[in-house]
């Protein structure tokens, strides 16, 4: 009956594809094809399927930084400035001078990995630290405050043997930051 008003019509088959034929305006016909396996999804459940995402990628997020932040760190205790020097030493460092240094007494928190160790103070503490690197390491190669106070983004290197290795000292927004760089090569 299709045919004979001119109009073609389409099979429509048993195959895990689909098709529908629906007449449009002026007689034309209208296929519409849907891919294997799609499904129908109410807006609803596609909603709640979102926000069950969100909310797991914002849990999973969040143990992962509570994990990364409480990792490995160990609290420090007593002299930061003593403890500095120990590790440049062990690393193969020679400070200038080891005598009349003055003691940094603060709060800090540590981390040794393979590239050396990781020293976070707080943020009001590089100056301190920055004088007794100065005094420790006179005469050392050291390149050298860059940066301002103002804008909190100091950053002064010291170079602790002629085998490499070195202790970087930055302030960030948040904390001081003492890096003791193993020479390349050494082991922990």
């Known amino acids: 009956m299709l045919?004979?008003?001119g109009m073609q019509s389409c099979p429509i088959d048993d195959a895990p594809n689909f098709s529908a034929?629906?007449?449009?305006a002026?007689?034309?016909s209208l296929h519409i094809r849907a891919l294997a396996g799609r499904r129908?999804?109410?807006?609803?459940r596609s909603a709640a399927l979102s926000i069950m995402r969100i909310y797991a990628l914002i849990l999973v997020s969040?143990?992962?930084m509570i994990g990364c932040a409480t990792e490995h760190y160990t609290t420090g205790r007593g002299d930061v400035g003593q403890f500095i020097l120990q590790q440049a030493i062990r690393y193969g460092g020679g400070p200038t001078t080891t005598n009349g240094l003055p003691a940094v007494i603060s709060g800090w928190r540590y981390l040794e990995d393979e590239h050396g160790m990781?020293?976070?103070?707080p943020q009001h503490e590089y100056s301190r630290i920055e004088?007794?690197?100065n005094r420790a390491f006179a005469g050392k190669p050291q390149f050298g405050p860059s940066g301002s106070a103002e804008s909190r983004t100091r950053i002064h290197e010291y170079r602790i043997s002629q085998k490499g290795g070195g202790i970087q000292l930055s302030e960030q927004e948040s904390d001081t930051l003492v890096l003791v760089i193993r020479p390349f090569g050494a082991s922990r």
Request: hydrophobic letters at 45%; charged letters at 15%.
């Open 131 to 133: 004088g007794f690197l």
């Open 21 to 24: 034929e629906r007449m449009a």
């Open 26 to 28: 002026g007689g034309t």
């Open 62 to 64: 969040a143990l992962a």
């Open 3 to 5: 045919a004979s008003k």
């Open 40 to 44: 129908h999804r109410s807006p609803l």
């Open 118 to 121: 990781q020293i976070h103070l």
